[in-house]
C-alpha cells in the first residue's frame, strides 16, 4: 500500500521520493491544470465550495439546472438528475426498479440489484466499461427481440472519455423503439468533479425527484460544478492529450507479451504475475490490488493520464520490457 503527501498527477510523493504514478482514474490530469483550478477559485468565490440544503428546498441555485440542462446536452438524454456521488446514482436507479433487475456482466456494485435472475425482468443493469478487463461493452444484445426494455448503464469509466467528443457510451448505443436508456455516472473520473448524475428521460427523471435519496441529499459543490460548466474547453485539449499518450503507448508495448488493451481506453492490463517491486525499485507506481474481493488475486494495471508525458512513458515502457520481456 502507498500513501501518499499530495494528491498524485503524472507523479507521485510518498516519503519524499517522486515515483512516476500510473493509476487512479483521473484520466484527464484536471486537478493539476491551474486553469482549471483557476476555475474552481472562481467558483469558490461566487457560490462558496458547498451549499448545505435540500434538492427540494425552496432555496435553489439556478446552478444545478444549468449543468443538468449542459449534461442532458451532452448525453443526448430529455433531462439529468444530479446527485452528490456516483455510487448514489446507481443506486438511485436501481431503487425504482426494485426487484424486476437483471444485472449482466460486467457492473459495479453501485448497480448491483442482489437479482441476477429475476424471472421475465425487462430492466437490465450493466457497466459500459470494464476496467478491470480494459474493455467497452458490446451492447449489441439491446437490439435482439422486440420486448419492451429498459437498460441501465453504469458509465462511470466512458463518460467524458470515450465516444464521440467525450460523450460517454450514449453516442455508441444501438437505438430502437423498444429500447429506453438510463445512463448513471461519476463525475469523479475523467470530468473530476465530486458528483454522479443519471441521464434519461424526463418521465424517469421526474420520478427519481421524488425518491428520498435524492430529495433528502446534500447536492455536489457548486464551484466544481461552475469549473465543469465553464472549463468545457479544457476537457476537450485534455481528451486530446490522453488520445495522444493511448496512441503512442500502445506502439511502445503492442509486441510485448501479456498486455491487453483497448485501443480507446487508457487502461493497460498487465500479467498477474509480473513482480511489481521490480518496478517500485524503478520509481514507478502501478495499479496493482484486488478488487472487488479484497482478499481476491492481485490484477495489475497501467493507467494513463493526460499529464504523462512521452518521457514518462518511454521510461515506463522500457520498465516493463526489463519486467515482462518481449
Keep these: 500500500m502507498h500513501e501518499f503527501s499530495s494528491t498524485p498527477g503524472r507523479t507521485a510523493f510518498e516519503k ?12 484527464l490530469g484536471l486537478q493539476h491544470v491551474p486553469r482549471f483550478t483557476a476555475l474552481v477559485k472562481e467558483g469558490i468565490d461566487r457560490y462558496g465550495w458547498l451549499y448545505p440544503s435540500a434538492r427540494i428546498s425552496n432555496t435553489r441555485l439556478d446552478l444545478f439546472a444549468q449543468c443538468e440542462a449542459l449534461l442532458s446536452e451532452i448525453t443526448g438524454a430529455e433531462d439529468t438528475v ?3 456521488s456516483g455510487f448514489l446514482a446507481g443506486r438511485l436507479a436501481i431503487s425504482k426498479w426494485k426487484n424486476n433487475i437483471r444485472n449482466l456482466i460486467p457492473y459495479h456494485p453501485a448497480i448491483d440489484a442482489k437479482t441476477t435472475k429475476p424471472e421475465n425482468a425487462s430492466v437490465f443493469a450493466i457497466d459500459s466499461v470494464d476496467t478491470l478487463h480494459s474493455a467497452i461493452t458490446d451492447f449489441s444484445f439491446a ?19 470515450v465516444g464521440e467528443n467525450g460523450r460517454g457510451v450514449s453516442s455508441l448505443l444501438p437505438r430502437n423503439s423498444y429500447t429506453e436508456y ?4 461519476s463525475l469523479s473520473k475523467a470530468p473530476a468533479v465530486n458528483a454522479g448524475a443519471i441521464s434519461c428521460s424526463k418521465a424517469v427523471a421526474d420520478e427519481l425527484r421524488k425518491i428520498p435519496e435524492y430529495s433528502a441529499c446534500t447536492p455536489p459543490s457548486p464551484a466544481l460544478l461552475h469549473a465543469f460548466i465553464h472549463g468545457q474547453q479544457l476537457y476537450i485539449q485534455q481528451r486530446q492529450q490522453l488520445s495522444a499518450n493511448i496512441n503512442y503507448f500502445q506502439q511502445l508495448v503492442h509486441e510485448m507479451t501479456g498486455i491487453t488493451f483497448h485501443p480507446q481506453l487508457p487502461i493497460f492490463i498487465l500479467p ?4 511489481v517491486r521490480q518496478l517500485e525499485e524503478k520509481h514507478i507506481i502501478i495499479s496493482s490490488f484486488a478488487y ?12 494513463l ?3 504523462h508525458t512521452k518521457s514518462d512513458l518511454e521510461r515506463l515502457a522500457e520498465a516493463l520490457h526489463s519486467v515482462i520481456g518481449k
Design 292 to 303: 472487488p474481493d479484497p482478499s481476491g488475486k492481485k490484477i495489475n494495471r497501467v493507467v
Design 82 to 84: 444530479l446527485t452528490s
Design 143 to 161: 437490439e435482439k427481440g422486440d420486448k419492451a426494455k429498459t437498460i441501465i448503464v453504469d458509465d462511470s469509466h466512458g463518460f467524458g472519455l
Design 272 to 275: 498477474a504475475d509480473i513482480d
Design 16 to 27: 519524499g521520493r517522486e515515483y512516476l504514478f500510473f493509476s487512479g482514474y483521473a484520466y
Design 182 to 185: 438510463v445512463i448513471t455516472y
Design 305 to 307: 493520464n493526460a499529464l
